[in-house]
């Protein structure tokens, strides 16, 4: 490439692609549907009930389980201080005196 013959700069269009407008869904008729029975009420209200009642037992559980984690590490800090405590002394007579 020299300066008398320049390569002509390529511009490449591409046309906008302009999206149809998307039928509303709201537009449309809704299958007809009929009222559930009172059979139906019943089984759904034992359904959603039973799960109430597990949710219950599981968080029962869980919160048994935090317990049990949260007294056993309160019993070994407990007991690591004892140990310091009943060391500590001891250790402070050993210790050369400051000058």
């Known amino acids: 490439m020299t300066l008398e013959n320049p390569e002509p700069i390529v511009r490449v269009v591409h046309p906008i692609q302009v999206d149809p ?13 009929r009222a559930a029975t ?4 019943r089984a759904l209200e034992a359904v959603f009930a039973q799960k109430d009642q597990e949710s219950a037992a599981v968080v029962g559980l869980l919160g048994a389980w ?6 056993h590490d309160l019993l070994q800090d407990f007991l690591k201080e004892e ?12 210790q050369k005196p400051k000058q």
């Not at 407008?21 to 549907?33: F, M, R």
């Not at 935090?66 to 007294?71: D, R």
């Not at 140990?83 to 050993?94: H, L, M, N, T």
């Open 21 to 33: 407008t998307p039928i509303a869904d709201a537009a449309l008729p809704s299958p007809a549907t």
């Open 83 to 94: 140990e310091e405590d009943e060391a500590g002394p001891q250790e402070q007579g050993k």
């Open 66 to 71: 935090n317990a049990g984690m949260l007294a």
């Open 38 to 41: 009172t059979e139906e009420l």
